[in-house]
């Protein structure tokens, strides 16, 4: 793959464009633009929340055709079933190790570096209401009922959700199906190659507004929250990216040399998307430009289909890294003691809590839960 990446990489220089043309430099601009925007003219920067949101769902409205064409024409067109189910039970071995290395990372490092410590807020004092749909949904969710929730009342029902867990299994068994015809399946696989470029020619021109989305995004946050707000908080926000720094280099990067390539080069082929993910604090939006670009570097359909849709559910490192600090830091804020027991017992439910809800918790919601309690 070490010689594919650079190859791809060396095609995507030529021909070589202005500067200014690229994508990630129009983002950072934008989000240059939005932070002095939102520092000088807080009103004005709050306005500009719809252009944010806009864009994350022009792109969500679109992510569920992107996986269903993905998977269905990769499946199809690789006719071996076993073959696939192998590719799915690696996937979701990686998965849960990779998870639970995240876990054990984030734990380590909140108790290494008490980051919550000298806030000694008062538990009573707090407003509990913020999580507590969240506590109570959390607490009555049982394994079983998430595995249910993955199955779709009816096959329109998993689009109109946009649930990816439901696209996917649909789309699974859709494949399945077209795969087991054999060649009478191929005039239904081709119109449906047609529709993923027609899908994917979709997600280039919504790409364009990418800098105004991550303008919109950038502003809002500046202007509502201040960058004054963050100062309480810097400790724990610096420590987090830190972290998720040293995990990325660390550990997917003795992963990515084990695989033969490095991390650096992939890091930098996927620039543009990582600004994006920061700047728009949502990582839905760039699934479509990945996917894409993984194929490039040589991946199969039915491989990049699979693991990546199941991945933003499932290999949430990200999330995981944040709960784990995150709560710590609560603990250590308000004074509370955590025993190894308590700590083990976070790790252990922490895995279906994030694969339920921590894509609904994007960084607006983060300051939005911390900045009133923690920042006086």
């Given at each position: ?9 060396k ?13 990630w ?18 009103n ?5 929340r ?19 064409c ?52 008062n ?23 998430f ?18 867990l ?24 081709d ?29 809002f946050?500046?202007?509502r ?42 890091l ?13 604090s ?18 199969s ?16 490192d ?7 600090i ?51």
């Amino acid at each position: 793959m070490r010689a594919t990446l650079e190859e791809t990489s060396k095609s995507e220089k030529q021909p070589k464009k202005a500067f200014y043309r690229n994508l990630w430099v129009q983002v950072l601009a934008a989000v240059a633009i939005a932070i002095v925007l939102g520092y000088f003219r807080p009103n004005t920067a709050v306005a500009m929340r719809p252009l944010g949101d806009a864009f994350i769902r022009l792109i969500s409205m679109i992510i569920t055709l992107v996986i269903f064409c993905t998977v269905v024409t990769g499946i199809a067109g690789m006719g071996n079933l076993r073959k696939v189910g192998r590719v799915g039970g690696k996937a979701l071995l990686y998965f849960e190790i990779v998870t639970t290395l995240a876990l054990i990372f984030g734990i380590a490092v909140g108790n290494l570096i008490p980051t919550g410590a000298g806030f000694n807020a008062n538990p009573s004092t707090l407003d509990a209401a913020a999580v507590t749909t969240y506590a109570g949904q959390a607490k009555a969710q049982t394994v079983t009922d998430f595995l249910l929730q993955m199955i779709p009342t009816t096959v329109v029902d998993a689009f109109a959700r946009g649930s990816i867990l439901s696209v996917v299994l649909v789309s699974l068994l859709f494949g399945f199906a077209l795969a087991s015809m054999g060649a009478r399946c191929k005039p239904l696989v081709d119109v449906i190659e047609a529709l993923t470029q027609a899908v994917f020619g979709i997600v280039n021109i919504l790409m364009r507004f990418a800098p105004i989305g991550a303008f919109g995004a950038m502003a809002f946050t500046i202007g509502r929250y201040g960058l004054g707000s963050l100062g309480p908080l810097a400790k724990l926000i610096l420590t987090f990216w830190a972290t998720c720094i040293v995990f990325v280099l660390l550990v997917m990067g003795a992963i990515a040399w084990m695989a033969g390539f490095s991390i650096i080069k992939f890091l930098k082929y996927i620039k543009e998307e990582i600004v994006l993910v920061l700047s728009l604090s949502s990582s839905e939006p760039v699934l479509p430009m990945l996917m894409a670009k993984l194929e490039k570097l040589g991946c199969s359909k039915a491989l990049v289909g699979l693991v990546m849709p199941t991945g933003y559910t499932f290999n949430t490192d990200g999330s995981c890294l944040y709960m784990a600090i995150a709560a710590l830091f609560v603990a250590q804020a308000t004074n509370t003691h955590l025993t190894l027991t308590q700590q083990l017992s976070i790790f252990a439910v922490a895995t279906l809590v994030i694969a339920r809800w921590a894509r609904e918790l994007d960084a607006e919601t983060l300051q939005r839960r911390l900045e009133p309690d923690f920042s006086q």
